[in-house]
């Protein structure tokens, strides 16, 4: 998929809503009685978790898909959310889907993938070597390999989620956003400081591997060392050839605050607790942050739940008390 030259405009996020409104849940957004009681502050949640795949991801990815110029569907390399989305999009939109998987991936996920009703193709023992089939498919039969974040239209696509907000909360004055590749809160942080221009947009990442955090303090896209952590659908690189996100997080967001993973562990566990949501860690991080008081809640703020992909004995083990790192 071509990037196209130039920015990315609010008018793009304006044109991916049109294009993806019918084929995406377009998500509530409600105060937390719980959240706003123990800050003291007007804290309200965007339930993203909610969308269909149980993340955003389903967004942008619809709106590459309907983008594609005249390959015959979409190939990804990826085990979580990314590949979900990927192929749920394409199959929505009549087009093809493969997705790459290594041998190393748990049959639970491979199953979970399979009944999107993509192609799975499980090879080789490693995330490289499912990238590197994935490529030589996309070579073979002219599909479009669909990056995660770092595209326009991925991007546009996330920041639908940022129009929403504004739309449901004109006064927001803070939004808290999960940040791993920064294809979310660009998009959002594009459309909100559009929308809602006195708002703040803060980010937030696990201290494990923080590779836009790392990248931002180095002025440049630098690679992390990846380690296990709650927040699995934040982890991965930023791409040392990345071309948008890195720009627009630099330019647009406000502040990126990191959490350990007993921080990230609490936001999962109020999730349920206070809130009755089943969160994945990297979908808890917004609510996390807070009670860290790693962000102080500036105005109304907005929590962006992100996804609820979690396997059901960790949340289980998290939210009775039983988990420890
Ligand atoms: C992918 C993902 C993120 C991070 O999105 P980026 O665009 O990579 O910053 C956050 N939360 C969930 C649930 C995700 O799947």
Redesign the pocket.
Known sequence: MAGGGGVIGFHDVRAARARIERLVTRTPQRRSEALSERLGADIHLKLECWQDTG???LRGATNAVLQLSDAPGVVAAST???GRAAATAARRAGLRAAVCLSRLVPEAKVRAVRATGAEVHVVGDSQDDAQAHAEALAARDGLAMLP??DHPHVIAG?GTIGLEIVEDRPEVETVIV????????AGVALAVKAAAPRARVVGVSMARGAAMADSLRAGRPVAVTESPTLAD??GGGIGLDNRWTFAMVRDLVDDVVLLDEAEIAEGVRWGYAEEREVL?G??AVAIAALLAGRVAPRGPTVCLL??RNIAMDLHCAIVSGRWRE
């Open positions: 993340a955003f991801k979580g959310n990314h995660p974040f996330q999960p940040l791993s590749g920064g294809g979310l809160i659908s934040l994945e990297g979908g992100s996804g």
